[in-house]
């Protein structure tokens, strides 16, 4: 079975403190992709990476950086979380190229910053 | 940029009735994949239906169908024989050939009457 595995459903995090929010997939998917999800705006995303080391910026890159080290690992972090940066994660990932393959998610990660 | 617009926030139907959700996209490509995902209060996000740009044919999936009109940018996803366990969010997606992320509609919260 498909599976894209987050390591949090729910994490509460201070105002400035480096947040690390991991994914792993285990279909040996070239793609990653963290999507932000706010009510009323739908998914945006945030980085997409298309292969080991490589990453590319979405729609709203700011605040965030992300690592991909490893083909099935996709992390993204908040270098100094801001209460703005509450939000819901979900991290997805795909098959490459022309088969239009569709994109599997995991469960979503809740983040609060206080 | 492509665009996704899913014009109705919230819609509603009665258990065993049919609902239809509009999408409608911009594009200027002549090839493309669009999606519908499903988004239930679990947060798992589920494929449940795609549609290649190629194919006339519009895609079937048991109760779930569409209706791809490609000159008009519409792509519509029509629910037969309601269930309770189809109230969700429902989420219309783009996704052009040789790229992996997709571009999200903002959604459309679908309740089910019983």
């Known amino acids: 079975d498909v599976k894209v595995t987050q390591s949090s459903r729910y994490l509460v995090k201070r105002t400035g403190e480096k947040v690390f929010l991991e994914c792993v997939q285990d279909m040996d998917h070239e793609n990653m992709f963290w999507y932000r999800q706010d009510p009323g705006l739908g998914l945006r995303l945030i980085y997409f990476?298309?292969?080991?080391?490589?990453?590319e910026k979405g729609d709203i890159p700011e605040g965030y950086s992300v690592s991909r080290e490893k083909k099935e690992r996709f992390s993204l972090i908040l270098e100094s979380a801001s209460t703005n940066q509450t939000s819901m994660y979900l991290c997805a990932s795909s098959g490459g190229g022309r088969g239009g393959t569709e994109a599997f998610f995991g469960q979503g990660t809740r983040l609060t910053v206080v | 940029a492509q665009t996704v617009t899913q014009s109705q926030p919230e819609m509603s139907v009665q258990e065993a009735e049919t609902v239809t959700l509009s999408c409608t996209y911009d594009?200027?490509?002549?090839?493309?994949?669009l999606f519908w995902y499903k988004q239930p209060p679990s947060r798992q996000m589920i494929l449940v239906i795609r549609q290649e740009a190629y194919k006339q044919q519009n895609a079937t999936e048991n109760r779930f169908s569409v209706n791809f009109q490609k000159a008009a940018k519409s792509f519509s996803l029509k629910i037969s024989d309601s269930q309770l366990g189809d109230a969700a969010m429902y989420f219309c997606a783009y996704r052009s050939p040789g790229q992996g992320n997709l571009i999200f509609g903002k959604g459309t919260k679908l309740s089910v009457k019983p």
């Open positions: 594009t200027s490509e002549s090839d493309y994949y």
């Open positions: 990476s298309y292969d080991v080391k490589m990453k």
